[in-house]
T-cell receptor, first 112, second 117 residues
Framework: KAGVTQTPRYLIKTRGQQVTLSCSPISGHRSVSWYQQTPGQGLQFLFEYFSETQRNKGNFPGRFSGRQFSNSRSEMNVSTLELGDSALYLC???????????FGPGTRLLVL | AQSVTQPDIHITVSEGASLELRCNYSYGATPYLFWYVQSPGQGLQLLLKYFSGDTLVQGIKGFEAEFKRSQSSFNLRKPSVHWSDAAEYFCAVGVMNYGGSQGNLIFGKGTKLSVKP
């Protein structure tokens, strides 16, 4: 099976803009989780979607949002970008009922 | 609150030497524990996981980890390190509720491994 794919791999934006990142899970996986990785804060959980519903959310401001489509593909959106949003954004998928998450390569976002 | 501590930020070992990376967790129930590895600029690759049963688990690339409930630890080991093992290693605990996984992993800050030739 193909692994988790994320697009784009790299992005450069300026403050105040918005950005949309995409994640395609492993075929058959219905759960998609998103994480932010920064040198200072490490890996932090953003949110998780299962069957198009957000089941869990981390401690991030409302500027961070996401959605999941019927084919389990997921997008996350960050509005009104701030310099501190520069990070590696990782997506992970898991099978229904499984606790094991498989990660994609990430999208590196740089906010100038 | 749940947390994961990796006490060593950076470890350097010689190629061929043994390796142990430490991980301590704080979690109210029986934890679901994971070790992931990340090469520069890459995502996370699952090395191994512990859910229940045998407390010594085997993973990929010759890694193993031992769950010790009394010490709240889940240390990663490898008997002989290869230069290609140089990477950052993350320990994580899975947050669960009565319905199962919450899709939320809590990660330690990571241990960067350097390998000397």
């Amino acid at each position: 099976k193909a692994g988790v794919t994320q697009t784009p791999r790299y992005l450069i934006k300026t403050r105040g803009q918005q950005v949309t990142l995409s994640c395609s899970p492993i075929s058959g996986h219905r759960s998609v989780s998103w994480y932010q990785q920064t040198p200072g804060q490490g890996l932090q959980f953003l949110f998780e979607y299962f069957s198009e519903t957000q089941r869990n959310k981390g401690n991030f401001p409302g500027r961070f949002s996401g959605r999941q489509f019927s084919n389990s593909r997921s997008e996350m959106n960050v509005s009104t970008l701030e310099l501190g949003d520069s990070a590696l954004y990782l997506c992970a998928s898991s099978d229904a009922g499984s606790e094991t998450q498989y990660f994609g390569p990430g999208t590196r976002l740089l906010v100038l | 609150a749940q947390s994961v501590t990796q006490p060593d930020i950076h470890i350097t070992v010689s190629e061929g030497a043994s390796l142990e990376l430490r991980c301590n967790y704080s979690y109210g129930a029986t934890p679901y524990l994971f070790w992931y590895v990340q090469s520069p600029g890459q995502g996370l690759q699952l090395l191994l996981k512990y859910f229940s049963g045998d407390t010594l688990v085997q993973g990929i690339k010759g890694f193993e980890a031992e769950f010790k409930r009394s010490q709240s630890s889940f240390n990663l080991r490898k008997p002989s390190v290869h230069w290609s093992d140089a990477a950052e290693y993350f320990c994580a605990v899975g947050v669960m509720n009565y319905g199962g996984s919450q899709g939320n992993l809590i990660f330690g800050k990571g241990t960067k491994l350097s390998v000397k030739p």
